[in-house]
Structures are given as structure tokens and as C-alpha cells.
């Protein structure tokens, strides 16, 4: 017998999806299912995944950790979150709930103008502590990596400011952070629109060039025109940034296409969206990241159609898109009810949208995101015998027991 760090043992059932890429189709539907599953770990990644009778005769260990009969799964990845801000947005609720649109009480000085304004006041030891205790509760709920965007700075000094707490969050959560730069959320009211896009374009993209891994931008009425959402890519890829867009969450301006061709990793909300901009997705294997969550809480009534994009071949993730304006909710469990009642997915296509395919839209899916040899050894423990019952017990939080690369949280 070889002695290992760790074993799972006695889980009523083991699901993973499998692969190192994106399943788009029918492949996004299949789940890997082992009955009374186990897992065993070694230096922090999978070294095999199999029945607890087999693995318990291969392997010894000091470390045995017992499901309770409850779903081993892989460690939710939240791909799409705008976690470090300050202040809060609980006033605009009423403005929503009255039906006043999003984009209106943007238009009106609110939204992300408010969050600007609190994030812009308050330290970096402030910003920290917040998002450290948005972080926890994440892991609690099974979220074992997520992104964090900037964009709440919208000035020089702020954005900057905002990648280096990101950083710092990286170095002290037992999360793995990925850090996007989305200094292109809206444009500011204190700069001119022409010098604010030129320092994006350039100072920008060379000074933060060890902060972001990726650049995002917001395309929409009142954020950025198509013209401009194609000079900041194409800089940003050109400066050697991986790219990812917000398009077609309320308006269809043409963009989802354009990105994909540019390379972008992911294309996220597309609440609207052309068929032939879905073809072109696909083609390119471009994520469709999709955020029931933003729906739910604006009560916009627009759901994404997964059932198209799943036909058409596009990768499809979920994420909270976790913020103090459109979701203020962190919790991935939520999302996956969500995307089973209101967008039609399966469970499975759920699971793997929250998981293999979001670790995909984040350029992880080879390490992350799935229960196999050679893996990141992130797993969760569910008190549930069986994965329908994520979607059946919606908005609470089902999760016992979070493994991050291979230690027990």
C-alpha cells in the first residue's frame, strides 16, 4: 500500500466533469458518476479518483477525511466577480423593484458612479478587509477559485490601487485569484472621455502589466461604443493581455463577434446577442459566461438563452458576477438553481458550466475545474446524497467540507 497525504472516503456519490478544455453540446451534459466515490491526494493534487473500496486497499494515510455519505464534487470556480469596492448599494434596490432600469439610474449619477465615489474614498487596508470577508464567505460556499476585476476606480491612482489589493488577496486567501483590469467599466464624469481612453490604451496597459492577466471592458449605451471597445482590445492584446469583454447584457452593440475573432477568452452576460455573433463564438470556442444572478436581482426578465448557445457549440460558464449593484450575492449554488429554472439547463451542463467551463472562461480549465489525475486537488463535500438537490435546496448552502489544493479548509 502507498502512503498518501489524504483520502476522501464514503461519499454517497463522486461527479465530475473530465477533460482539460471546455465541453460544449451534448459533451457538456456528462458527468463522470462514481458511486460511494473517493479521492486521493498527494502534494496538494489528485493522484487518483475511484470507488472508497479501491482506493482504502491502495492507499494509507494520516489524513482520512469522511464525506458522511454526502456529493463529492469539484471546487466551484467563479469566473466573472467585481469583489473589492467600497460602500454599498442597498438604496438602489427600491429603484429597481419600482422598475426603473439599469442603466437610467447609471445615466442619473448612481450605479457604478456611487461605488466609484466610496471606493475612490477609502484605504487599501479598507478595500482588504471587506473583500477578505466577501472571500471567506465564498470558500464557505464552495467557491475554491474566483476573478476579481477592478473597475470601481476609474482614475490612475484608484485602478491601481484596486490591482494591488487583488494581489495582496491572492497572497493572503486560501482562494486562487485570477486578476482582470477593467479600468474600462464606464468613463469616469472627472476626465475627459479622449484622455481617459488614451491612458487605457497606453500608461496604462504598460504599467500594470504585472498586476492583470487579463483586460476587460464594458461595451454598452452609456459604458463604451463598439469603436472604442476595438481600440482598447486590440492595444490590450497587442501589449500582451489576455481579453475578455461585457457585451450584449442590455443592448446588442455588435461586439460579442468582433471580440471573439480579436481571441477574447470569455464573453460575458449576452442577454442579447445575435445568432451569427453565437456561430462565430463558436467557432473561435469563445466562453459564453452567463450571469442568471443579474437577471434575478434587476428583474430585467431577460434570461440568456443557454439552450441556443448549447446547440450552437458555444462553451458555456456561470458566475455570479458578484458586485454591489447587479448581484450582490456570492453564492455559486444559487447561480446553478438559476441556470436550471430559468435558462433550462440540465444539472449536469450546470455543474460543468460552474466548474470545468468556468475554469475554461479563466484560462485554468488544465489545472483546475475537474476530479482527475494530475488535477488541483480543489474539492467540496455536499450534505446531499444526490446533485439534484443543489437546484431543489436553492439560496442556502449545502456545503460541509472544502478542500483547497489538498488541504483541508
Given at each position: ?29 456528462v ?42 464534487m469539484?471546487g ?168 475578455k ?13 468582433f ?11 449576452l ?26 436581482y ?59 467551463n ?12 475537474s ?39
Amino acid at each position: 500500500m502507498k502512503k498518501i497525504d489524504s483520502l476522501i472516503i464514503n461519499s454517497s456519490m463522486l461527479i465530475t466533469p473530465l477533460g482539460k478544455t471546455a465541453k460544449t453540446g451534448k459533451d457538456a451534459g456528462v458527468l463522470k458518476q462514481i458511486k460511494n466515490g473517493a479521492v486521493a491526494i498527494n502534494d496538494g493534487k489528485i493522484l487518483e479518483v475511484g470507488t472508497t473500496e479501491k482506493l482504502t486497499k491502495k492507499y494509507i494515510t494520516e489524513q482520512t477525511i469522511d464525506a458522511k455519505n454526502g456529493l463529492i464534487m469539484p471546487g466551484f470556480v467563479d469566473c466573472h466577480t467585481h469583489l473589492v469596492y467600497g460602500g454599498s448599494r442597498e438604496n438602489e434596490m427600491a429603484k429597481t423593484l419600482a422598475g426603473t432600469p439599469y442603466l437610467k439610474i447609471l445615466k442619473d449619477g448612481g450605479g457604478i458612479h456611487s461605488t466609484v465615489k466610496k471606493t475612490r474614498e477609502e484605504t487599501s487596508y479598507e478595500l482588504e478587509n471587506s473583500a477578505m470577508k466577501r472571500l471567506d464567505l465564498m470558500l464557505a460556499h464552495g467557491t475554491t477559485t474566483a476573478e476579481i476585476k477592478t473597475g470601481y476606480g476609474l482614475e490612475p491612482d484608484t485602478e491601481k490601487k484596486l490591482l494591488k489589493v487583488i494581489k495582496a488577496l491572492n497572497a493572503k486567501s486560501e482562494l486562487d485569484i485570477v486578476s482582470t483590469f477593467l479600468g474600462a467599466h464606464i468613463v469616469p464624469k472627472d476626465i475627459p472621455r479622449e484622455q481617459y481612453i488614451d491612458w487605457l490604451c497606453t500608461t496604462a496597459l504598460t504599467e500594470f502589466k504585472d498586476l492583470a492577466e487579463f483586460v476587460d471592458i464594458f461595451t454598452e449605451d452609456n459604458a463604451y461604443t463598439l469603436a472604442e471597445t476595438k481600440k482598447i482590445l486590440q492595444a490590450s492584446k497587442t501589449a500582451g493581455y489576455k481579453i475578455k469583454i461585457h457585451a450584449g447584457q442590455f443592448n446588442d452593440l455588435k461586439a460579442s463577434g468582433f471580440a471573439s475573432d480579436l481571441g477574447a477568452v470569455s464573453i460575458d452576460h449576452l442577454e442579447h446577442i445575435s445568432d451569427s455573433q453565437l456561430k462565430t463564438m463558436s467557432k473561435n470556442k469563445t466562453c459564453a459566461v452567463l450571469m442568471p444572478g443579474v437577471v434575478y436581482y434587476l428583474n430585467t426578465g431577460k434570461y440568456a438563452d443557454a439552450r441556443k448557445m448549447l446547440k450552437l457549440g458555444v462553451p458555456v460558464a456561470l458566475a455570479t458576477d458578484f458586485n454591489p449593484g447587479s448581484c450582490p450575492s456570492f453564492n455559486m449554488q444559487f447561480i446553478i438553481s438559476l441556470a436550471c429554472k430559468e435558462m433550462k439547463m440540465t444539472i449536469e451542463e450546470a455543474i460543468t458550466s460552474a466548474t470545468l467551463n468556468s475554469a475554461y472562461a479563466i484560462d485554468r480549465a488544465k489545472y483546475i475545474g475537474s476530479l482527475e489525475k494530475g488535477k488541483q486537488a480543489d474539492i467540496i463535500i455536499l450534505d446531499i446524497d444526490n446533485p439534484w438537490k443543489i437546484p431543489y435546496h436553492f439560496g442556502g448552502n449545502l456545503v460541509t467540507t472544502v478542500i483547497k489544493n489538498g488541504e483541508l479548509i
